[in-house]
Nanobody, 130 residues
Framework: VQLVESGGGLVQAGGSLTLSCTASGFTFDFEDYAIGWFRQAPGKDREGISCIDPSDGSAYYEDSVRGRFTISSDNAKSTVYLLMNNLKPEDAAVYYC??????????????????????WGQGTQVIVST
């Protein structure tokens, strides 16, 4: 199993970034998994911010990102995207994608220990300047 994130970087407050997460090596079909984005800022716990069921596009957004971030999937490419608009300094963090053989709302609220290590990406850093 491999999840590879890309797209992080430095952006000014109010700007936009799109993160990508490409998955491979799943036991079941890509569409059978929930794929989600988590973030971890220095000194804070990792939190689930947006998750999607690629099978039907149903999605969850954490309150702080709802209306600014959009999650989507390209199932042919086994890739999930996170479009982040109107970025704020508090959005700065390392962003990780994860996968779970479950529904999207389960993934975003899961006890992080329930996601096996191999179902996490390596992370991509987002820096928001003021």
């Amino acid at each position: 199993v491999q999840l590879v994130e890309s797209g992080g970087g430095l952006v000014q407050a109010g700007g936009s970034l799109t993160l990508s997460c490409t998955a491979s090596g799943f036991t079941f079909d890509f569409e059978d998994y929930a794929i989600g984005w988590f973030r971890q800022a220095p000194g804070k716990d990792r939190e689930g911010i947006s998750c999607i069921d690629p099978s039907d596009g149903s999605a969850y957004y954490e309150d702080s990102v709802r209306g600014r971030f959009t999650i989507s999937s390209d199932n042919a490419k086994s890739t999930v995207y996170l479009l982040m608009n109107n970025l704020k300094p508090e959005d700065a963090a390392v962003y990780y994608c994860a996968a779970l053989y479950a529904d999207h709302d389960v993934l975003c609220r899961v006890d992080l220990d329930e996601v096996p290590d191999e179902y996490w990406g390596q992370g991509t850093q987002v820096i928001v300047s003021t």
